[in-house]
């Protein structure tokens, strides 16, 4: 190298290093003053990273376009670094600015430091996400971001591994993309942490988590967290060797030595991007400068010994001294920087809450506009109360919309209840009202599911087809035919879960399809529900349709976590900004004893929101379900009966095209005295306590739900009460569960109640789960002879002549 080289890679490399400390500045800048914003009332709740900044822009450095990052709320030097973010917009976050083109990342749905690249537009099209640096959207539970990092990782080796994928170049380049991962060093404690580093050391997956240990949680030393108190020396059985095939590489390193550092993650981001092995770095002696969030102080529990440790190998005053003592930096120069960001971040901060408080003035003004004009006349005003509630609220010094609409709703009540003259001060308010609670749900509930052209509810249905052909076929062939054709058509489509691939599943619905379609496609997994969901999600949100498996529903419960947490916000918490389209397939209901018998729907239903939820009551309909949900991209859950799979079905001619709609209750049976609402397994039982009660001339209407979430959009089981003016809601959960859900739904929010002649009623299972044997399942299931008797008494009631007391 010659000397004018050697002095021109000297110049850059100065000019490089004094950039990462602006960085660094900038944001340990953006930290404190949030701070202040906070205990100053102008926000809420804050979380910041300070601290942590070195490592994240050495980090930073190896972040290229195509990878990914699943990560922690203390992140906001590695976003600022990568530049997918700004100082201005991170206090639009901190304030919950909803407006996106202010605050992509979340839209006002989640607090500062929740991240979320903007992954599909305004129509719900991918974007090319090659082209870009990508965060999937933050979480706040502790170990939380872990279980996706296995998809968006695994994401990656389907790509460079299955040719059929190729194509699909918007998603990935051969593969070649990293996905980090980053947690506090507490936060390991966790379950997620080590389900899903086994997970990434079984599957060889390009995967690189980075722990920032700053030696407590909260106010937890990590002496009561981790054994050894150290995760690098925790994990050492799990680095991997020369000559293994599974494991993970660890590196240590110190969080204030910048050189070191930034070797470490150049050194071991190559391999793991290049030799697809996940690695595990280790960053210790990173400091907290201002405590664990704004809600408390660190010197509580902290002695003046470490405290004094903290200031003195903070990473920026450590920095600092070694651009110092390398020349690369004079004080003078650092001193300038150092000013520079102060102004730089008060600026932004300025800018931000300007642009979101302004919104709020505008609103304000628009409303008192409407109250003051004084065009009511009427003596029933009660102008007093409203000048009060005026008063109020111009002197507002935290303006938000919860003041103004309050308002607005309160002077409502002082004006003239029986006024309903058009153009009108009162009827120009409630105009008003109702157009802000409009604009409301846009802000705050808008886009739970799907709303635009790839919406489930907008998939055409498609009957199946019986012709002469057509033969009775066990029901497990009718999925694996329809998966058959799936896999044959649509490259993008995995499947996982225990026993899924060479055994084809437990119950053989997937026989045949790993030596047909391979490995990668059809794949076993270890016992780790967290993970396959997390798997889902990650490859969901890297483009590709996984069908992650949960062998059986009470499994569930091992991944329920993730599963109302992540999967079922992802869409809501960034505003559309980003969707993981998963379907987890699952079978239960009706099995004797406590294990894979329970059907505990209202547990679930209740905490998913954002994903919809299929009860199909045979092989078909569940069949119909998978195909109807690939058309679309809303997440799924379909719990398949798990009795049904050996039970004959007529085989459609039309397998992998028919669709069965979301919503759509199916009568099954016509009547006229009772209605009877069921779904999955119980819709059997009740066909035969239907069948029973006919013989005594009760003629009841059955309708199978067939998804919980959406629950019938048409409101069919109104207009069957209607004409039976009864019903009775029948399934195996437990008393007050999805029964009293669907009650819920039709009784109240249908308008069921105005067409009853009598109470509705409820059939479900005991409180506790199924006891063992055909006599335990008899006992604390409901059965048809409970069915019978209760749809028997309800008609006693009104006709007790023609239907005496059994007992």
């Keep these: ?135 999937s959207s933050d979480i706040s539970p502790t170990a939380g971001q872990m279980p996706r990092l296995v998809g968006l990782a695994m994401a990656s080796k389907l790509y460079r591994n299955n040719p059929e994928l190729k194509q699909f170049d918007q998603f990935s380049i051969n593969g070649n993309e990293v996905a980090f991962g980053t947690i506090g060093d507490a936060s390991t404690s966790e379950g997620h942490f080590f389900e899903t580093l086994n997970a990434a050391g079984v599957l060889q997956i390009p995967m690189a988590v980075s722990v920032w240990d700053d030696g407590y949680g909260i106010s937890v030393p990590k002496k009561f967290q981790t054994t050894k108190e150290s995760i690098s ?82 990473g920026l005053v450590q920095m600092r001294q070694w651009m110092i003592d390398s020349n690369l930096a004079s004080v003078e120069e650092l001193d300038t920087i150092e000013e520079e960001s102060a102004l730089e971040v008060r600026t932004a901060q300025k800018e931000a809450f300007k642009e979101f408080n302004e919104a709020f003035k505008a609103e304000r003004k628009e409303l008192l506009d409407i109250i003051t004009r004084k065009s009511c006349v009427c003596s029933e005003i009660k102008q007093d109360k409203i000048d009060a509630i005026v008063a109020e609220l111009k002197s507002s010094l935290s303006l938000n919309r919860k003041e103004i609409l309050s308002a607005a709703r309160k002077v409502l009540r002082h004006y003239c209840a029986a006024c309903e003259k058009p153009d009108t001060m009162k009827s120009q308010l409630k105009a008003w009202v109702k157009k802000y609670f409009d604009e409301g749900l846009e802000n705050y509930s808008k886009w739970l599911y799907s709303e635009d052209d790839y919406s489930a509810l907008k998939v055409t249905p498609v009957q199946p087809v019986f012709d002469e052909e057509s033969t009775k076929v066990p029901g497990r062939e009718i999925l694996r035919d329809n998966f058959d054709h799936i896999f044959a058509t649509n490259p993008k489509v995995v499947t996982f879960g225990e026993d899924t691939g060479f055994l084809g599943g437990v119950n053989q619905t997937l026989e045949g399809m790993q030596a047909k379609y391979g490995e990668l496609r059809i794949r076993d997994t270890g016992i780790r529900e967290t993970t396959i969901l997390g798997k889902g999600i990650g490859m969901a949100l890297r483009g590709l349709r996984p069908i992650a498996e949960i062998q059986y529903f009470d499994y569930l419960l091992y991944a329920l976590q993730t599963m109302s947490d992540d999967l079922a916000t992802t869409r809501y918490r960034t505003k559309n900004g980003q969707k993981a389209p998963v379907i987890v397939r699952t079978r239960g209901h009706r099995l004797e004893g406590i294990w894979h018998s329970g059907s505990p729907l209202s547990m679930v239903i209740n905490s998913i929101r954002g994903v919809y939820v299929c009860v199909p009551r045979d092989m078909t309909r569940a069949a119909g379900f998978y195909n109807t949900l690939l058309a679309a991209d809303d997440p799924a859950l379909v719990i398949e009966p798990l009795n049904g799979y050996r039970l004959r079905e007529e085989r459609p001619s039309n397998i992998g095209e028919f669709k069965v709609p979301l919503g759509i209750p199916e009568i099954i049976s016509e009547g006229k005295d009772v209605t009877l609402v069921t779904y999955g397994s119980c819709v059997r039982i009740a066909e035969d306590a239907v069948k029973q009660l006919a013989e005594i001339g009760i003629s009841v209407e059955l309708i199978d739900v067939q998804t919980l979430l959406p629950f019938d959009i048409n409101k069919a089981i109104l207009e069957s009460i209607k004409k039976t003016n009864r019903v009775v809601f029948f399934d195996e959960d437990v008393p007050g569960g999805a029964t009293a859900y669907m009650m819920h739904k039709v009784i109240e929010e249908h308008g069921g109640f105005y067409h009853l002649d009598a109470s509705p009623k409820t059939v479900t299972a005991k409180d506790h789960r199924p006891a063992y044997g055909t006599d335990g399942d008899y006992f604390s299931n409901p059965n048809a002879e409970d069915v019978y008797e209760a749809i028997y008494a309800l008609m006693a009631e009104s006709e007790p002549m023609r239907f005496p007391a059994i007992y």
């Design 1 to 135: 190298m010659s000397v004018e080289e050697s002095e021109l890679s000297f110049t850059e490399f100065k000019k490089e290093v004094i950039t990462d400390y602006k960085i660094a500045c900038v944001s340990r800048n953006m930290s404190l003053l949030a701070r202040k914003e906070v205990l100053g009332g102008k926000a809420k709740f804050g979380i910041f990273g300070d601290g942590k900044e070195i490592p994240q822009i050495a980090m930073a450095k190896q972040f290229k376009n195509g990878d990914w990052r699943s990560g922690y709320y203390r992140d906001q030097t590695f976003i600022l670094a990568a530049g997918m973010t700004t100082p201005k917009e991170f206090f639009a976050q901190l304030y919950g600015e909803t407006r996106t083109e202010l605050n992509p990342d979340n839209g006002g749905r989640s607090f500062n430091n929740h991240f979320g690249t903007r992954i599909i537009d305004e129509q719900g099209n991918w974007k090319r996400l090659t082209d870009m640096k990508c965060t």
């Design 233 to 314: 020396k925790a994990m050492n059985g799990f680095e991997k060797g020369a000559k293994d095939k599974t494991g993970m590489l660890i590196y240590t390193a110190k969080g204030w030595d910048y050189a070191g550092l930034c070797q470490m993650y150049e050194k071991g981001i190559k391999r793991c991007r290049e030799e697809h092995v996940p690695v595990l770095f280790h960053v210790e002696e990173l400091t907290q400068p201002v405590g664990h969030s704004t809600s408390g102080s660190h010197e509580r529990y902290k002695s003046e010994e470490r405290l004094q440790w903290e200031k003195d190998y903070d």
